[in-house]
């Protein structure tokens, strides 16, 4: 398997006994430019075994030492950020400039990290027994913040990079082990993030990288014993994901449906163009991309007409020249928003620009009228594809939002606070943007999807608590 990227164990780059790789296809010229080791399930074993080890003497270095260590990574991923851009380029198509957006606010990320970490697992509670009905004063509790032990952190290919350090740098941080097992593609980005951890100095087993097909290792590293939290972010597989884990806490983010809102108040100007880098940024393949339009019916012409002006604006072609629209990640992925596309064409939606495609390449698509029948007043689509529906009034906006399996973020556009409180109080998602499209950033924001969309809560500090368990110790006085 020579010329295969290597993965990472117990501080030793290594090729899988297996023998075989699993390629790369760039999901514009669809050649397979990458190869990566298909791991076997023993070597699963191995690197569970290694970071279980390790962890142990990991816990007890002390915090500062290890936020310097998390400073030493950062440094690198600065000093590394093109390569690895240009591996999200040719991985994922991501936009080159996004691309080594994505790095450098990997890097800022990782050192708010060290420097959270630091004051806040730093910190514990003490309690006096004498507070509760009945009891003398002889009782001290003390509580602290424990690791949890090794965590299996599994990224998306939208952010291979970002989402695996969201996930890495507050376990480490807190004192865990993990075990990073990236997305197929993203991957090889993935591996030269990791490759900045490894050149930090950090102990052998305390970072490792697993690759291989999902379908054959899959399971058998989120049903993994050694396993003691798992950190995922993705689609549906999330949910099976869920289903089968063990009796360990996890951090779930599993996509959504975000709807925009847009009132008859609303600053249609502001909202549209929202909509469009919303609706339309890194091709529609982000979890908080806008994925429906729900505008008052008295502003629905202006707003409509407003967002088609932004959206014939985009440009289409390849992710090296920076244009907006690029390939969707894969051939599969393109069918599918194809189907759906077609579905709201048979229901009756009205297109605003013509279906084009390309391989993997889908010109920007802009739906009128769709109507709560259609396959994409419901699905997310993951690719260029945005629908508007025209509703009543704000309550039947919220409901249409509320009736989503979906929860991740919403937004709302009005001038009237009032209005925003309102809507923001009965639209039930993680977050509410009011007159901004939803994001997960600021990176240290709490990020958190209701029903399908997710479990627990992102943002660095929640990231760094979710990573930790409590433990008391009770002081028994005489
Ligand atoms: O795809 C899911 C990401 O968490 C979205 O992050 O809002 O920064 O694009 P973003």
Same mark, same amino acid.
Request: contains cysteine; aromatic residues 6%; hydrophobic residues 40%.
């Given at each position: 398997s020579s010329?295969a990227y290597?993965?990472?164990?117990n501080g030793?780059?290594l090729?899988?006994?297996?023998g075989k790789?699993?390629p790369v296809?760039n999901?514009s010229t669809?050649?397979k430019?990458y ?6 399930q023993e070597e699963?074993?191995?690197?569970f ?12 270095t002390?915090l500062w030492?290890?936020a ?7 440094v690198l991923?600065r ?7 240009d ?6 198509a991501?936009?080159?400039?996004d691309?080594l ?5 990997s890097?800022d ?8 970490g630091l004051r806040?697992?730093?910190e514990?509670q003490?309690l ?7 009891q003398?004063?002889?009782k001290?509790?003390l ?5 949890l032990?090794v965590?299996?952190c599994?990224p ?12 890495l740098a507050?376990?480490?941080?807190a004192?865990n ?10 991957v ?5 993030m990791l490759a900045c951890f490894a050149?930090?100095?950090l102990p ?5 990288v697993?690759?291989?097909k999902g379908s ?5 590293? #989120? #049903?993994?014993?050694a396993?003691?939290?798992i950190?995922?972010t993705?689609?549906?597989?999330g949910?099976?994901i869920s289903?089968?884990?063990g009796?360990?806490p ?5 996509g ?6 847009v009132?008859?108040?609303?600053d249609?100007d502001?909202?549209?163009s929202?909509i469009?880098?919303g ?5 529609g393949q ?7 339009v ?5 502003i629905?012409?202006?707003l ?5 002006a ?11 020249d920076?244009?907006?629209i690029?390939?969707?990640v ?10 759906l596309?077609e579905?709201a064409?048979?229901?009756g939606?009205?297109f605003l620009?013509?279906w084009?495609r ?9 739906l009128d ?9 419901w699905?997310e689509p993951?690719g260029?594809?945005?629908p508007?529906?025209r509703?009543g009034?704000i309550?039947e ?5 509320n009736?989503s399996?979906?929860?991740l973020q919403g937004?709302v556009? #009005?001038?009237d606070?009032?209005?925003a409180?309102?809507?923001s109080?009965?639209m039930?998602?993680? #977050?509410v943007?009011?007159?901004a499209?939803?994001?997960?950033g ?5 990020f958190q999807?209701?029903?399908?969309s ?7 500090k929640?990231?760094l608590?979710?990573m930790?368990k409590i433990?008391s110790?009770?002081?028994?006085l005489d």
């Amino acid at each position: 398997s020579s010329g295969a990227y290597k993965y990472f164990c117990n501080g030793q780059w290594l090729e899988s006994s297996s023998g075989k790789t699993v390629p790369v296809t760039n999901p514009s010229t669809l050649q397979k430019d990458y190869q990566v080791q298909a791991c076997t399930q023993e070597e699963v074993n191995n690197v569970f075994a290694a970071a279980k080890a390790a962890q142990l003497s990991w816990a007890k270095t002390p915090l500062w030492k290890r936020a310097e260590y998390l400073h030493k990574v950062a440094v690198l991923m600065r000093q590394n950020a093109q390569p690895m851009a240009d591996c999200l380029v040719k991985e994922i198509a991501k936009p080159a400039k996004d691309a080594l957006t994505e790095v450098i606010r990997s890097a800022d990320l990782i050192d708010y990290t060290a420097e959270e970490g630091l004051r806040s697992l730093g910190e514990g509670q003490l309690l006096t027994s004498d507070s509760f009905p009945g009891q003398p004063r002889n009782k001290l509790c003390l509580v602290s913040k424990v690791p949890l032990g090794v965590v299996l952190c599994i990224p998306p290919f939208n952010y291979p990079v970002n989402l695996a350090v969201s996930k890495l740098a507050p376990s480490l941080m807190a004192g865990n082990a993990v075990v990073l097992k990236p997305p197929s593609q993203g991957v090889v980005a993935g591996i030269h993030m990791l490759a900045c951890f490894a050149a930090a100095g950090l102990p052998a087993g305390v970072v490792n990288v697993i690759t291989g097909k999902g379908s054959e290792i899959g399971d058998f590293l #989120t #049903t993994h014993p050694a396993v003691n939290c798992i950190s995922f972010t993705g689609g549906d597989t999330g949910i099976s994901i869920s289903h089968k884990a063990g009796m360990v806490p996890l951090q779930m983010e599993l996509g959504g449906k975000d709807a925009c809102i847009v009132c008859s108040d609303a600053d249609l100007d502001l909202a549209a163009s929202h909509i469009v880098k919303g609706g339309f940024s890194y091709s529609g393949q982000r979890c908080t991309a806008v994925k429906v339009v729900l505008a008052m019916q008295d502003i629905a012409d202006e707003l409509v007409a407003k967002v088609h002006a932004g959206v014939a604006k985009l440009s289409v072609g390849r992710p090296e020249d920076n244009a907006d629209i690029t390939p969707v990640v894969s051939e599969a992925s393109a069918n599918f928003i194809q189907g759906l596309v077609e579905d709201a064409r048979e229901k009756g939606a009205q297109f605003l620009t013509e279906w084009r495609r390309e391989n993997n390449l889908i010109a920007p698509v802009l739906l009128d009228h769709v109507t709560p029948d259609m396959r994409i007043a419901w699905e997310e689509p993951f690719g260029p594809v945005l629908p508007v529906l025209r509703v009543g009034s704000i309550d039947e906006a919220v409901h249409h939002c509320n009736s989503s399996n979906l929860g991740l973020q919403g937004c709302v556009f #009005t001038r009237d606070i009032n209005t925003a409180m309102r809507v923001s109080d009965a639209m039930q998602t993680g #977050t509410v943007q009011v007159n901004a499209a939803p994001a997960r950033g600021p990176d240290h924001f709490p990020f958190q999807g209701f029903r399908d969309s997710g479990i627990g809560s992102q943002g660095i500090k929640n990231s760094l608590a979710m990573m930790t368990k409590i433990k008391s110790t009770v002081i028994n006085l005489d």
